[in-house]
């Protein structure tokens, strides 16, 4: 549709809004363009400024496996600033995946890929290795607080959480939206009380901000070996959700339309919780858990195509990384000299964003 | 094609709320399940759309048991109009109706010029063509039960199963579903609450009680003043139509019938083993 008719249509007051407002193949066009776009200007962006121009000559130099060309910015570029922006795109596309897919799982637009419990795990995961670890006078790469032990320490954590709740959901054959809410709730509930205490057992201050800005989020110190397991479990989550696109449309109208429509609900149910819940470890695991990305990425996309998970899917994941790279970009350069959590970024940038988008949509219903 | 239940007993959390159901509905044929609420009509109905599984008996379908069938496959024979409503996904009323071609597809599979022309087929059928683009979420419930029946008409069913389509529908809107029903002319099994109206466009009627059937036949054979007293306890007179000749039933609506209570009614439901 073009921008034409939508404007003719809000001329109209009492024409139904159509559901889609976009058509998916030329937006998905622009949001591809925008992230290249954003990817260049969050790598060009910082504290040297480094013009578009370098910024791809470098790349190119690397891709190509030349050496890099003396008196450019090569470490800034291809070292520092390059693998954050694209875990940020990762973690965004991650987020933003999950996010439709939970929703849709539990058949509620205001669940996030934390809802389930998954996260808490996570963080209960880090926060010990944070804190015990130190304590028993392991070495972790603080500067980071992103180190692979964290990581893995918080993936096994989520891991522990998604089984709790497995376990907790799959009683009386169930696997319904209300018991894995609940069961999410609940365990999420019980982790967070034992990550506060942990919390409260920090020693020192350094401890302390490291603790708070893993529990709020971060993309810092981000490295080339790091992007491999998020980026193969994005592409795969995505894979697995797309092919199950059509159940998950069913599963809107609710269980029983589903059923008589040939799709194995309980079932549908159990693997989309498995992936998402390993997706959402994995994205935890790297970036702590970013809020905010995985709420509003899905409405806003609903929004612009309407719900068709074979659309939305797909476009969720390439909003949630454009989303995750600006911001990332905004948390790296809107104060001089010190970093803002990206979770606090997201809520100031993403709640009025949301809160504008339904207001807007429930004035024209 | 021919759906036959047979034996069918259905347990919810434990409780029996169908107990050895036996029934038939013939090729074309419109079948009713009438009967007081919680008698058992919907888990009759979820059982042969596969939302429940039987606890014993079976259903078949033109001979064959549903249970020995992929649900995708069954999905081809059998549309279904269950009670429940989206929720508001934003999703348009051409993309609702495009549901109905779920079980022929294969993961990833988009739609075809195949499936383009059924889902539109399904939606002129209903009446409803005009509305494609607009937002499921907000059509009125009379219209919504037609993008519904056009769903499931866009699976191409052998058997269609309804259940209440016509709850919260006010009398001209039920009057036009019926008559799309009937103007199917495909095997139909619909659970109706409003008698008169299953006396006007059933062939056979099926009477359940308390989980089990207690009566099946033409409308004009079954519906008698003395089973209206007792599984629905309400005195009534069932005289013919004016208009119709169909069965028609007065209700005495100031006086229940004789020796007939609601918490007698209630005892009886589900108390089967």
């Not at chain 1, 809000?10 to 776009?37: K, M």
């Not at chain 1, 498995?274 to 929004?303: D, E, K, N, Y």
């Not at chain 2, 799309?180 to 099994?189: D, N, P, S, V």
């Amino acid at each position: 549709m073009t921008s034409a008719t939508t404007r003719e249509r809000r001329d109209q007051p009492r024409r139904p809004r159509p559901a889609r407002i976009l058509r998916a193949g030329p937006l998905a066009a622009l949001l591809t363009a925008a992230l290249v776009l954003a990817l260049t200007a969050a790598v060009s962006l910082g504290s040297v400024d480094v013009p578009p121009g370098e910024v791809w000559s470098v790349v190119a130099r690397r891709l190509a496996g030349q050496a890099p060309a003396p008196g450019t910015h090569d470490l800034i570029v291809w070292q520092l600033r390059a693998p954050r922006a694209l875990l940020a795109a990762l973690v965004g596309a991650g987020l933003g995946l999950v996010g439709t897919a939970v929703q849709a799982l539990v058949r509620n637009p205001l669940a996030d890929p934390y809802l389930l419990g998954i996260s808490s795990g996570a963080s209960l995961g880090a926060v010990a290795a944070i804190v015990l670890g130190t304590t028993l006078g392991l070495q972790l790469p603080f500067g980071s607080a992103l180190g692979l032990t964290v990581s893995l320490a918080a993936f096994a954590g989520a891991l522990a959480a998604f089984s709790l709740v497995w376990l907790m959901a799959r009683r009386g054959g169930g696997f319904s939206p209300l018991r894995l809410v609940l069961a999410g709730i609940g365990i999420a509930q019980f982790l967070g009380g034992i990550t506060s205490y942990l919390v409260l057992q920090t020693r020192d201050e350094q401890q302390t901000r490291g603790v708070l800005f893993w529990l709020m989020g971060s993309l810092g110190g981000a490295v080339w070996a790091q992007l491999a397991v998020p980026a193969v479990a994005v592409a795969i989550g995505l894979a697995l959700l797309q092919a199950r696109a059509r159940g998950l449309n069913a599963m809107l109208m609710g269980d029983e339309t589903a059923a008589g429509l040939g799709v194995d609900v309980t079932r549908l149910r159990r693997e989309v919780f498995v992936v998402t819940s390993v997706l959402t470890g994995v994205l935890v695991a790297v970036s702590g858990a970013i809020g905010f990305v995985g709420l509003m990425v899905p409405h806003v996309c609903r929004l612009l195509v309407g719900g068709d998970h074979r659309r939305l899917l797909p476009l969720s994941a390439l909003t949630g990384a454009l989303l995750l790279v600006v911001v990332d970009t905004v948390a790296r350069t809107a104060l001089d000299g010190q970093e803002l959590p990206i979770g606090v970024v997201t809520a100031v940038l993403g709640a009025p964003t949301l809160l504008y988008l339904l207001d807007r949509r429930l004035e024209r219903n | 094609m021919r759906i036959a239940v047979e034996d069918l007993s259905v347990a919810l959390a434990g409780r029996t709320v169908l107990a050895g159901a036996n029934l038939i509905a013939e090729e074309g044929e419109i079948a009713g399940l009438v009967g007081p609420n919680g008698s058992g009509k919907s888990s009759l109905l979820r059982t042969v759309y596969r939302h429940l599984r039987p606890s014993a008996g079976r259903v078949l379908l033109a001979g064959r048991d549903l249970a020995e069938l992929r649900p995708a496959q069954s999905a081809r024979h059998i549309g279904a109009l269950p009670q429940e409503r989206g929720g508001d996904f934003e999703l348009s009323v051409l993309e609702v109706v495009a549901m109905g071609r779920t079980p022929y597809k294969r993961a990833f599979a988009a739609d075809d010029a195949e499936d383009h022309r059924i889902t539109a087929e399904a939606l002129a059928r209903v009446g409803m063509a005009e509305a494609a683009d607009r937002r499921f979420a907000q059509l009125s419930g009379g219209e919504r039960q037609r993008v519904l029946l056009a769903r499931a008409l866009a699976q191409q069913p052998d058997v269609l199963v309804l259940d209440e389509p016509t709850n919260h529908l006010d009398v001209r809107h039920q009057v036009e579903l019926l008559a799309l029903l009937r103007e199917q002319r495909r095997t139909t099994l619909v659970a109706l609450h409003d008698l008169n109206a299953a006396a006007s466009v059933c062939d056979r009627l099926h009477v359940l009680h308390g989980g089990a059937l207690v009566a099946s036949g033409a409308p004009r054979e079954v519906l008698t003043a003395e089973l209206l007293a007792e599984v629905f306890g309400v005195r009534a007179a069932v005289v013919e139509h004016p208009l119709t000749g169909d069965p028609l039933i007065a209700f005495d609506h100031r006086n229940p019938a004789e020796g007939s209570t609601a918490a007698g009614a209630a005892d009886r439901t589900g108390s089967r083993p």
